[in-house]
């Protein structure tokens, strides 16, 4: 059964580092795309960070040179990370794991439960 778990929220500094880790009871590597959303309050949930399996990424406009989505193999874990987190990075941050079905274009998602950022002095 999937259920993406999130870890590493809580509250951090700007400037301060931040490392979001996302793992599953199996295999990270059987997803073909883990996305990283986020969503903030009165704001709807958006895209941060997505992979696919063969490593390709693509981040929003506003993370875009601050965060770094990558796989780990070893710790079975999609992680986030930015080494320069702004307070308007604050939201509940969700792990989100894409499987495409064989059979067409469909796509069946996991959700974690989300973990919360708070970037404040």
């Known amino acids: 059964q999937v259920q993406p778990v999130e870890s590493g929220g809580g509250l951090v500094q700007p400037g301060g580092s931040l490392r979001l880790s996302c793992t599953d009871s199996?295999?990270?590597?059987?997803?073909?795309?883990m996305n990283w959303y986020r969503q903030a309050p009165g704001k709807q949930r958006e895209l941060v960070a997505s992979?696919?399996?063969?490593?390709?990424?693509n981040y929003a406009d506003s993370v875009k040179g601050r965060f770094t989505i990558s796989r780990d193999n070893t710790r079975n874990t999609v992680d986030l990370q930015t080494n320069s987190p702004k307070p308007e990075d604050t939201a509940v941050y969700y792990c989100?794991?894409?499987?495409?079905?064989?059979?067409?274009?469909?796509?069946?998602?996991?959700w974690g439960q989300g973990t919360q950022v708070t970037v404040s002095s």
């Open positions: 199996g295999s990270i590597l059987n997803f073909d795309i």
């Open positions: 989100n794991l894409r499987l495409r079905s064989y059979y067409g274009p469909a796509w069946t998602d996991y």
């Open positions: 992979i696919t399996k063969s490593g390709s990424t």
